[in-house]
């Protein structure tokens, strides 16, 4: 299983983007879809989750209200609307799956290639 990501590109602090990460294969009902963040020297921190079946989200305090995860069924990708944004929030973004919800980046065995997001002042 692959994960594409993309979407990520240079904006401006109060600007908007939106991530998007398509699987190569059939994306299941058990599954989890989470969004992560790195930037340099830096553990890979947790930004925000949906399960693709109930459609039921979770965000990092750091991101509640400014940005938002779903899902398409349909055209088997999952999102990351990004509004409000902020130089902090500049960093690479990795799409990933697993099948048991976790905050903690070694609990997703499936990783997409990451994309840079770079938010300037």
């Known amino acids: 299983v692959q994960l594409q990501a993309s979407g990520g590109g240079l904006v401006q602090a109060g600007g908007s983007l939106r991530l998007s990460c398509i699987p190569s294969?059939?994306?299941?009902?058990?599954?989890?879809m989470g969004w992560f963040r790195q930037v340099p020297g830096k553990e890979r921190d947790f930004v925000a989750a949906i399960r693709w079946g109930t459609t039921r989200t979770y965000y990092a305090d750091s991101v509640k209200g400014r940005f938002t995860i779903s899902r398409d069924s349909a055209k088997n990708t999952v999102y990351l609307q990004m509004d409000s944004l902020k130089p902090d929030d500049t960093a690479v973004y990795y799409c990933a799956r697993t099948n048991s919800y976790s905050t903690f980046w070694r609990d997703y065995d499936i990783w997409g290639q990451g994309t840079l997001v770079t938010v300037s002042s």
């Open positions: 294969t059939r994306t299941f009902s058990s599954h989890i």
